[in-house]
Structures are given as C-alpha cells and as structure tokens.
C-alpha cells in the first residue's frame, strides 16, 4: 500500500490520461455508428454491414493497433492510434446495437407518425430516435465498459495510460501498481456506465431505469404470430453482449 | 503500403516456417493454449451455468460474473498473476482460464434461460424427470447459446494470448513483441495479419457450427446471437405491410 500513496500524483496522472483515452472513443462511436446502423436496418442488402461488424469485433486489440499505423499512417505509439482502433470496436459493437433499437420501433408506430404528416428525417429524429434510445443506451453501456477496459492494451506499445501500470508493475516487480491499475480501470468503467445510465434517465424520463421499454414489449409480442418476424431482433438475451475481449 | 510488402515477405519467407520460432509452432502454441483454457474453463463453468440456469438460482451472480468481467483488464490479469507466479506457461493459463468463464458461463445459463418456460413445463407434464429436462430439453435448445459462449471464450483467449507474450508464455504474440524491442515494424504487422486471420477462421468456424447445432426443426430457438445470423429476417417472413414501410 506505502507504494500507492507514495506514488499517488503518478497513479492520478495516469487515471487522467486513461479518461482522456477512453472517452472520445465512446462519444465518436455513437455518433458513426448511428448512420451506418441506421443503414443497415432500412436496407436488407445493407445488412451484411452487421456481419462485417462481427467480424471486425473478432480481431484482437493488440494486433489492430499494430495494424492500424500502416493502414492509416499513425504513429504506432500515439494515442490517437489507441483512439482509432477503440472507435472501430466501439463501432463494431454499437452498429448492431442501433439497427437492432431502430428495427425493434413498432411498425405501427412508424406508421402513425407517417399517417400524421412526419417527413422521414422529422419521423427519425422525433420518434424512432427516442424510442430506440433504451436500447441503444444497454449498447453504449457495453461500449464504454469494453472500451475503458481495452485502453489499456495500449500499454503494451508504450502508449500513456493505466496499462503503463502493468508493464512497469510487471517488470519492476510492484504488484501494487497492477493491482491499482486493476482496481481503477474497473471503477473508472463502472463509473462511467453509470453516469450514462444517469444521462439515460434524465434524458428518457418514459423508460424504467434498468428496463427498456422495447424490450419488454418486444418479449410479449413475441406470442403473437403476426410480429414474430420482429422479435428476430431482440437482443437483450444474446450472449455476445455479455462477451469480454481483450 | 511498403510495410506489408514486407508482412508478407516476411510470413513467405521459408525460414519463417521452420524451428520452434516458426509459424506452425508458434501457431500451435496459440491454439493450444486456447483450447487447454477454454476445454478447462468449460469443465468448470458449464456445470454451474446449467445449475444456475435450470434452477432460476444464483442467476444474480452470474450475471454480475459475466458483466463485471467485461470491465476486467485482461492484460493487468496477466501481468498480475505472472508477477505472483513468474514466468512461463502457469501464468498465462491461470489467467486465460479465468477469462474464459465469464463467457462460457454466460453462454450456458443464457442458452437455459432462453428455453420458453412453457417448454420446460410441457416437459415436466408429460413425465419427464428433472434429469431428463435438462438433458433431453434445456440442454439441445439451450446448445446454440452455448457454442456462441464457448466462441466468445475462445476468441477471448486467442486475444489474451497473443497479450500474454510478454509474460513469456510464447505463441503468435512472439512476433509482435519481438518486433516492438527490435524496433522491426515488418515483423510486428506480420505477427498481427497472422493473429487477425486466425481468430477472423476462428469466427468463422464457430458461427458454422453454431448454426448447425440448432435442433432440427427449431426457429423460434434459433441463436440469437448477434454474430451467427447474416440477415435478421428470413426472406419471406416479412409481412407487406413492413415491406411497404421499408
């Protein structure tokens, strides 16, 4: 413990530039993936974007950031490389999250708000958008954790971050410093999902916290034959969403 | 671009091929210790998800398991454990196999859960014994769900692996870290085209046989796995009314 206390300024700067590491990816993720999800769930040819997706997800973290320079030019121990590759997985995930939230928008719904006069963008933004955002949100959540988490592989190319603990710990022989990097990536990533489930709640009064409403109306329309051809897309029981990766 | 000219020369070159710093060792290596893990991972965590997910109980702290795991820096494990129990294969293994359990744990109560409770009941109606429910009912349907954890595990542990070169435990991994202390750039893109194709195969394999282990006769079952299915529906199953929609 004597290590960590002496040590705390150190431990502090690092946790920083791990945040500053961990959050543009998340941010930059959403925000690309929700075009390209969008796609993806308008168009059935577009859809092979989701398997793509998966496969993507596949590639181990270290291996893409050592790809990544000669793909994209960066320097392999530049965090805008390590921002780059989390953005990708980031993306990878949060794609099938969106084309799933906006697929699972009750064509009803959609209907309605046609039948009333929305134009398209108008319909999007106004109602499948915030009907989706439950949905989207137990995504983001799945990103941001893995995403902090992953961040520290940048550690591994000499890239500032926590995941400089556990190379120096490693070969300093300090376990104190893993085990501190250990406990403070996972609390930074706890952290994090729940300021997103907070956000959530502020910004989705009409969803119960820790239920989205689609899921569970998607679940009681699975009986009814008719919808059968929706309840394809619920997520919320896949086991990828629970997948860890490093 | 000139960096894979020389990736692949360097995966071309005949003497990459041969000896214990090889290809085919080191691919061995890889695969080996991803199939020792995840066989002794599975030992462990499919009797437990199988408990946890016939009875309904402990399904709390398999979930807290399988999602805080998510948070877990794989490389602190590795580099944690490897400080306590030093270098060379133990290490690794430790960790390898407590990342995997997550997701085969996942996996296996999820592929439970996921049988309709009216299924189990009819079951139980018709005579069968607890015993023969989990064998003969939870345990076919629950398959596919199941394969998609011991996938996650498995690209899980291809990903740690190739992390846990640096604790010494060998595998694909040798030609990235060996490249980053020689400042060799060709040899580290190689060593990750190499990691990329094997777990990209990996994925591959598995969502194959995932879709093959779906019992005969069985839709509603079908894995719901994001990375299995290509299209969401099935060509046909659309109504006209989503069709018009769309």
Redesign the interface.
């Known amino acids: 413990m004597n290590w960590i206390w002496s040590n705390a300024d150190y431990i502090w700067d690092k946790t920083l530039v791990h945040l500053a590491l961990s959050v543009p990816p998340v941010v930059l993720a959403f925000v690309i993936s929700l075009p390209i999800g969008w796609l993806a769930n308008r168009y059935r040819v577009s859809r092979g974007i989701l398997t793509v997706a998966g496969l993507f997800y596949a590639i181990p973290s270290l291996p893409l950031f050592v790809a990544l320079p000669a793909l994209v030019g960066t320097s392999l121990r530049s965090p805008v490389n390590i921002v780059i590759g989390l953005t990708l997985y980031g993306v990878a995930l949060m794609v099938r999250s969106v084309a799933d939230a906006l697929g699972a928008v009750e064509v009803d719904v959609r209907q309605s708000a046609t039948a009333v006069g929305y134009s398209s963008w108008q319909r999007f933004w106004r109602v499948e958008f915030p009907l989706a955002g439950p949905v989207m949100l137990a995504g983001l959540r799945v990103v941001v954790v893995s995403t902090v988490s992953l961040a520290t592989v940048g550690g591994v190319l000499g890239v500032n971050g926590l995941g400089l603990l556990f190379i120096d710990g490693f070969q300093r022989d300090i376990p104190e410093e893993i085990l501190a990097g250990i406990v403070i990536t996972i609390v930074m990533a706890l952290v994090l999902d729940g300021l997103l489930v907070l956000l959530g709640r502020a910004l989705m009064p009409w969803s119960r916290p820790g239920r989205p409403r689609r899921a569970s109306s998607r679940r009681s329309s699975r009986r009814s034959s008719r919808r059968s051809s929706e309840t394809g897309a619920s997520s919320s029981r896949s086991p990828r969403r629970e997948a860890v990766r490093s | 671009?000139n960096?894979?000219v020389e990736?692949f020369a360097f995966i071309g070159d005949g003497s990459s091929w041969v000896g214990p710093n090889g290809i085919p060792a080191r691919l061995g290596e890889h695969l080996w210790y991803s199939v020792v893990a995840v066989a002794l991972a599975s030992i462990i965590a499919i009797p437990v998800g199988f408990a946890i997910g016939h009875t309904g109980r402990g399904r709390a702290v398999a979930v807290a398991v399988?999602?805080?795991?998510?948070?877990?820096?794989?490389?602190?494990?590795i580099?944690?454990i490897?400080?306590?129990v030093g270098i060379g294969l133990t290490a690794p293994m430790i960790a390898f196999v407590i990342?995997a359990i997550?997701?085969v744990l996942?996996?296996a109560y999820?592929?439970f859960?996921?049988v309709d409770r009216s299924t189990v009941d009819a079951a139980r109606a018709v005579g069968m014994t607890e015993w023969q429910i989990v064998t003969r009912v939870e345990v076919p349907l629950g398959l596919p769900?199941l394969i998609?954890?011991i996938r996650?595990a498995v690209?899980?542990v291809?990903?740690?692996a190739?992390?846990a070169t640096?604790?010494g435990s060998g595998g694909l991994?040798s030609y990235?870290?060996t490249g980053?202390r020689a400042n060799d750039?060709g040899t580290?893109?190689a060593?990750?085209?190499l990691?990329?194709v094997l777990?990209?195969a990996?994925?591959?394999v598995f969502s194959v046989v995932q879709r093959l282990v779906v019992p005969a006769g069985v839709t509603?079952g079908?894995p719901?796995?994001?990375?299995a299915?290509?299209?969401?529906?099935?060509p046909g199953?659309?109504?006209p009314?989503?069709e018009g929609?769309?």
């Not at chain 2, 719901?224 to 990375?227: E, F």
């Not at chain 2, 299915?229 to 099935?234: K, L, N, S």
């Open positions: 671009m960096f894979f990736a399988s999602g805080g795991a998510r948070a877990l820096p794989t490389f602190g494990v580099t944690l490897a400080g306590w990342l997550p997701s996942a996996g999820a592929g859960e996921a769900l998609g954890g996650s690209l899980q291809v990903a740690t190739t992390l640096i604790v991994g990235i870290i980053l750039y580290m893109l060593g990750s085209i990691v990329i777990a990209v990996l994925e591959v509603a079908r719901t796995d994001s990375r299915r290509v299209a969401r529906r099935a199953t659309a109504t009314l989503q929609t769309q």
